[in-house]
């Protein structure tokens, strides 16, 4: 039987020595500055191959990225086959992996194949991509010599979107089978959603004004660009922020994440009353709507706001084409995390009356609760989401006998949706598309899309700390049980504001502490935020410059 080719595995491992720095596989895979993740990159080529040998050999992905975060850092996630997160039990084996002496590297490597019932001499086939960031290609190189170094079968896709990356792991996964996700190829993913685009937008109502897109300096720029021939010309788009060349614009400033976090537009961007934004971030998985009120008062549209609309959405038209599964009516569930707008889960809750799960922050999380609905549609505040339909939706979606031609046009519209969003993973340029699709059926504009409910005025701060694994949370991540006593100081900061809601936690992607509040006015949310960030600050470790618009308590 094949054995693990040892002297290769450990001569390439010392020419990729590991940095004295401890690794941990977080919200979306090992995230750092990119000049001290070569080890991992290596380890992690290493690691695919034993992932598809212990999959029968299914293709897995790997993407190197840090998303919305600035040029400097980078990451690396992998893809099981059908374009879902890692499974979690084998994170413990990539953070095993990544933290090993480089001489041990061949010895955990059998360790793990011991542990999985792994057996060496099953083929293994990886796929890689990367974003537009300057460390890409060299850790792309290291990922290479660690997949071929274990003999592994390996394509690496060049630049890519996340989206994209994970759409051709699910398409080559499931090629010639019945549940064929599309060609494997670039070209197969616009091809594919630029035809239900095109089939669904038949059904528009609304004429949009052209709509602005930012393309965050980083890779969703070139990528929407090729798009936009596949697209027809029922929407007409312009395209913003598209300097890939100058590493520093990256995120900078612009961005899905900026427009969330800053609440505002992205700088250089040219909005007046009327004008439409779309923002993606750095990686093209999130996507953030926006317009400029009649008055001038700049109105966003974040990852709450789309699930509310595909929600009431798809069950509006469930209901009202009569959709039947042979469970009964299809169960449309949302999943949100701590983050989403308390008004967003109350809408959801009473008005379109659907269920609603909270989970931890990360789309690993969310894709799974999502799996257990008919229609599972979890969205990240921040705009990072997608919906999942299950095989008995899509199979009664497409059965027409014995319908009022309302109800048919209802299903059609649901049909083409499912193949207009990218259901392997959250996708910032097909959530656009749906979300567009959706708008134009209903015949609304950004203004009526954003009155199904009114938001909460919320806020996020960061704390720089010297130890954020310090702090432990439970429930969602909404409380903190470590350090003790430090819930205490929140809920008592809480409880001085109507409708107040505050919560911390470590970041799973960069070195900081997260805090978010929410509360009845503009003011007291902003009070009650920085209340809580300078309790942080103060009591739970601190470091550097102390924020001045922290107060003190
Ligand atoms: C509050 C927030 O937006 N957190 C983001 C951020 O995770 P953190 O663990 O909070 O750093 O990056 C993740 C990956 O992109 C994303 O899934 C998540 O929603
Ligand atoms: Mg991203």
Redesign the pocket.
């Known amino acids: 039987m094949a054995s693990i080719p040892t002297e290769q595995v450990k001569d390439a491992s010392l020419k990729h020595p590991k940095p004295n720095t401890t690794f941990t596989y977080?919200?979306?895979g090992f995230r750092l500055k990119g000049d001290l993740l070569d080890s991992v990159m290596y380890r992690m080529g290493l690691l695919a191959v034993l992932r598809s040998k212990k999959l029968n050999s299914k293709v897995i992905g790997a993407m190197v990225t840090a998303?919305?975060n600035p040029d400097q850092d980078n990451g690396v996630k992998l893809v099981d086959p059908l374009g879902e997160m890692l499974e979690q039990s084998w994170e413990l084996h990539a953070t095993h992996l990544a933290n090993s002496a480089d001489v041990d590297v061949p010895s955990v490597l059998a360790s793990i194949c011991t542990a999985e019932s792994i057996s060496w001499s099953a083929p293994a086939h990886v796929v890689v991509a990367r974003d537009t960031r300057s460390t890409g290609p060299k850790l792309v190189g290291a990922f290479l010599d660690g997949a071929r170094a274990a003999g592994g079968d390996v394509t690496d896709y060049g630049v890519f979107t996340t989206p994209q990356l994970h759409y051709v792991v699910r398409a080559l996964n499931t090629k010639g089978t019945p549940e064929a996700y599309g060609v494997p190829t670039e070209e197969g993913y616009y091809k594919k959603i630029g035809d239900a685009f095109k089939r669904i937008m038949k059904f528009g109502k609304t004429k949009f004004p052209t709509i602005h897109v930012d393309g965050a300096n980083g890779v969703g720029a070139p990528k929407f660009k090729a798009f936009l021939p596949y697209l027809g010309d029922s929407v007409s788009f312009s395209a913003f922020n598209e300097d890939i060349t100058d590493f520093s614009k990256l995120n900078n400033k612009c961005g899905a994440?900026f427009v969330k976090v800053q609440q505002k537009q992205p700088e250089n961007f040219p909005m007046t009353p009327g004008t439409y934004g779309v923002s993606l971030d750095g990686d093209a998985?999130?996507v953030i709507f926006y317009f400029v009120k009649k008055d001038g008062t700049f109105r966003m549209l974040d990852g709450d706001t789309i699930a509310a609309l595909l929600a009431s959405t798809v069950s509006q038209l469930s209901q009202l084409a009569s959709l039947t599964l042979p469970s009964g009516s299809p169960r449309v569930g949302v999943v949100q995390?701590a983050?989403a707008n308390g008004a967003s889960t109350r809408y959801l809750r009473e008005t379109v009356r659907v269920p609603v799960s909270m989970v931890p922050?990360?789309?690993k999380h969310l894709h799974h609760e999502a799996e257990g609905f008919d229609v599972g549609i979890y969205f990240?505040?921040?705009g990072?989401g997608t919906v999942l339909f299950s095989e008995g939706f899509v199979k009664a979606v497409k059965e027409r006998g014995g319908k009022t031609p309302e109800q048919l046009a209802a299903l059609e519209f649901l049909e083409c949706l499912t193949d207009v969003i990218n259901q392997a993973v959250g996708d910032a340029i097909s959530d656009m598309l749906a979300v567009l699709a959706v708008l134009a059926y209903k015949g609304w504009s950004f203004e009526q899309w954003g009155e199904l409910y009114t938001e909460v005025p919320n806020r996020?701060e960061k704390v720089k700390v010297a130890n954020r694994l310090a702090f432990k949370t439970t429930n969602a991540e909404q409380e903190l049980v470590e350090p003790v006593g430090s819930q205490d100081r929140i809920n008592a900061e809480v409880a001085k504001y109507k409708n107040g809601r505050s919560f911390v936690?470590p970041?799973?992607?960069?070195d900081i502490v997260?805090v978010y509040a929410e509360a009845d006015t503009r003011e007291n949310c902003d009070k009650l935020a920085y209340t809580v960030a300078g309790i942080i600050f103060d009591h739970y470790g601190g470091v550097g410059d102390r924020p001045a618009h922290f107060v003190k308590n």
Request: hydrophobic share 10%; net charge negative.
């Open positions: 977080g919200t979306a998303s919305h994440d998985d999130r995390t983050y922050t990360g789309v990240e505040a921040n990072h996020q936690r970041s799973g992607t960069e997260r």
